[in-house]
């Protein structure tokens, strides 16, 4: 399977009309293949919808005997380092320690820490999806979320961000006002902007279920992110390129690999050349 997503990104040309499939084994992939030959469902290459970057503003509890496969991005797991570089200078602990060392993950520590956590997670997040050549148009966001969408867009750099986040009331960083208000700036938006929107957490918070019937069966593209399921980012990615959006492909696999014959293109099959 690699060697032919391999060949796939390096060495073919990547045309307006795409299909993206992710599956967790060969099996998988090839029944979902199977599901498009029957169904000849795709989506339409549009790229012209904003893409908007929405920041909850909770904390997932996860599991603590689960890995993270995301450490495994460089771009992820180095921007994760000098964050929390720069936010050890200022608070004297590490959040990396907590996170990945000690395997806190129930947030029973202070407000400080769960804010600078999730803080550094966001960036951390935006700079992969940058990596991979997502970059929002807009954000939406309150309190902490606010900043970190403002960094996310340019508007703060990473040290000035941080400044904000210490200095922002404890108070204001988990509660369900914050995060309820997040969901009714998403329900707004979506009621007057279409835009494909992508939830920057560390796992699915924002019910989208719930938003769609509120908004009357108006419907948004709400892309999510998982620490703990690949598959979840990767169909996020999934969507944004077969609708056109300019991924940066050879990022996505960079190790090379061997090439592979593979089927030909239709238009491929027949032969052009005509006699005299």
Sequence with gaps: MEDISSTLIHQRKHHETRLAV??????????????????????????SKEVVFVFPTQM???????DFWILQEAVFRES???TDRLIQ????????????????????????QLKFTLFALQVALVDLW?????????FIGIGLGE????????????QEAIHRVLSMDDRAVHSDYVSLSVEQQLQTWVSK????????SPEPLLDQENMVDRLEGKSALL????????????????HLYTRGYPIETISLNQKRRANVHLPEYAWQSTKCWFGI
């Design 22 to 47: 992710v599956g967790r084994s060969k099996e998988e992939v090839a029944k979902k293949l199977e599901e498009y030959v029957k169904n000849k469902m795709i989506e339409n290459l549009d790229n």
């Design 60 to 66: 997932p509890i996860w599991s603590q005997d689960k």
């Design 80 to 82: 994760l380092i000098e």
């Design 89 to 112: 200078k200022q608070v004297g602990y590490s959040i990396w320690n907590q996170l990945f060392v000690n395997r806190n993950t129930t947030w029973e520590g202070s407000s400080e």
């Design 130 to 138: 940058n990596y991979w050549g997502i970059n929002p148009v807009s």
């Design 147 to 158: 900043i970190s969408g403002s960094y996310a867009t340019g508007l703060l750099t990473l």
């Design 193 to 200: 902007r279409d835009a494909i929107y992508l939830e920057i």
């Design 223 to 238: 892309l999510r992110c998982s620490f703990q399921d690949k598959t979840v980012m990767l169909e996020s990615l999934g």
